[in-house]
């Protein structure tokens, strides 16, 4: 019995002392969640990242962390890894964890990480408080969609803006409708990153007045592979088509060729299109055009080219065009007129010479055809006469908005105050005459009656003057014949 109480203290006394237990420091120092505000459905990753501080006594091996409510100790756990493995000294880990929440809400959360002492295998756990508010939120969806009428094709776009904190792809975006057919339905984009938008423009036709619905649907794919729908609504209103053109016409240019200017008036509620514009008459050539498209409540103008035949042409203008996909007729008549030749007397001018009166002046034509056999006579009167050598004058043809020149004499007795003239010519096959007054400065014809001995006591001079002279070559006559009388008698 001594024995063995000597030999236990000599075991105690060669033993090292025991020290105290070693402790592990450890800390979870961050958990990051994305997305940070998600949808319902859609998964969320919190990455804890879990760290054995420098100044720890020892290794840390982790054997499990999980998610679960912020309450529960216990039950239930959201999500959970296990065995992650050992952290010496300084050392850390991140661990990411997964989970979907299906309801829309805030939640209170809270990480626990479960491990121990490597070499003591005592029991650590680490706690961290995690906040989460789960929302109902998708990309802006903003459908548009113009008025629209019974059979006519309209245009709407949709128009998605990606207010979500991370980038989305494989958008599709379709079109559907209640009472209509949709066209050019279906847009797909490849990705729409943050804050950035993109419009999908389609085509509709309505089938019959009244209100009608469309359905704009857009699929997407959040980055961690959730797929998910957004649909937004609009009732338009739907009117009757109203095919309404009306054709209202003006004239320009003169003669034979004129032009023919064409207004198209849409009054309908829908695009005139595939317009064929043309003119018909039988005493006249008329052109055609065509015009793509008129919108409603606008107006466009064409021209069309006419060729008269005739002095007068009655054109029946017609526009056949589509509206609201039935064939349409306007029309309206139009009368033209070529502008016949007409002449006028310009530049006019009165002067004597040699006692007698020279009338000077243009023919001009101020119609849009030709003047032909022009001629300007003198019209006789009480004190005016046509004098040699040109008491009318042939012009010929004068073409239109052009002029000729003419001279003509008259002689004018006592006081003339004005002299007539005549003009005769040709307009469109149609023999036309006009008379023009003359007006004439009355010293020309004073200065021309003194010149030429007129008038009561000029008159008188001159018989007395030829009497004189007659009974002076009468007498020398007879005093010649008394004198070779006499002769012959002597002899």
Not at 276 to 288: D, I, Y
Request: net charge neutral; no cysteine.
């Amino acid at each position: 019995m001594r024995r063995l109480i000597l030999l236990t203290l000599a075991v105690l006394a060669v033993a090292p002392p025991v020290a105290g237990a070693v402790q592990v420091n450890a800390s979870i120092t961050d958990v990051t969640v994305s997305p940070q505000s998600p949808a319902p459905g859609e998964s969320v990753t919190f990455t804890t990242t879990v760290r054995n501080l420098q100044g720890s006594g020892d290794a840390m091996r982790i054997s499990s962390v999980e998610l679960r409510p912020g309450t529960s100790r216990g039950l239930p756990v959201y999500t959970r890894v296990r065995n992650v493995g050992t952290l010496g000294p300084g050392a850390e880990i991140p661990v990411p964890l997964t989970h979907t929440f299906e309801e829309a809400g805030t939640r209170d959360l809270r990480v626990y990480v479960n491990a121990r002492n490597a070499n003591t295998d005592e029991r650590i756990e680490l706690r961290y408080p995690v906040s989460l508010s789960v929302r109902q939120r998708h990309p802006q969806v903003n459908l548009r969609a113009g008025d629209s009428v019974a059979g006519v094709k309209s245009t709407g776009n949709v128009t998605i803006a990606n207010g979500l904190d991370t980038r989305i792809s494989n958008v599709e975006v379709s079109v559907s409708a209640d009472g209509a057919t949709v066209l050019d339905n279906r847009s797909v984009f490849a990705s729409l990153g943050q804050g950035a938008t993109e419009t999908a423009a389609f085509r509709f036709r309505p089938g019959d007045a009244g209100t009608n619905k469309l359905t704009a649907t857009v699929t997407y794919t959040l980055p961690s592979g959730t797929q998910r729908t957004v649909t937004q609504n609009q009732s338009i209103e739907t009117e009757t088509a109203r095919g309404e053109v009306v054709l209202e016409t003006s004239r320009s240019g003169g003669g034979s060729e004129q032009t023919l200017g064409v207004d198209i008036i849409n009054q309908a509620n829908t695009a005139a299109q595939d317009i064929v514009v043309t003119g018909r008459s039988e005493n006249a050539t008329v052109s055609k055009t065509i015009v793509g498209s008129v919108p409603p409540s606008s107006t466009e103008r064409v021209q069309l080219n006419a060729t008269l035949s005739a002095p007068r042409a009655d054109v029946v203008v017609s526009a056949n065009y589509e509206s609201g996909s039935v064939q349409r007729t306007a029309t309206t008549t139009r009368t033209l007129r070529a502008t016949p030749a007409a002449i006028e007397l310009t530049g006019l001018d009165v002067t004597r010479q040699d006692g007698v009166l020279q009338i000077t002046g243009t023919t001009s034509n101020v119609g849009t055809t030709s003047a032909r056999s022009v001629i300007v006579r003198v019209v006789p009167s009480e004190n005016v006469e046509p004098a040699a050598p040109n008491r009318d004058f042939f012009v010929g043809e004068v073409p239109a908005s052009d002029f000729s020149s003419f001279d003509l004499t008259a002689r004018a007795t006592g006081n003339v105050s004005a002299i007539q003239l005549d003009v005769h010519y040709l307009a469109d096959g149609e023999q036309t005459r006009q008379s023009f007054t003359v007006p004439v400065d009355p010293g020309l014809t004073e200065q021309s009656e003194r010149q030429s001995g007129v008038g009561p006591v000029g008159g008188l001079i001159a018989i007395l003057g030829v009497a004189a002279v007659a009974v002076l070559v009468v007498a020398g006559v007879l005093v010649r014949r008394y004198r070779r009388v006499e002769k012959e008698l002597n002899v």
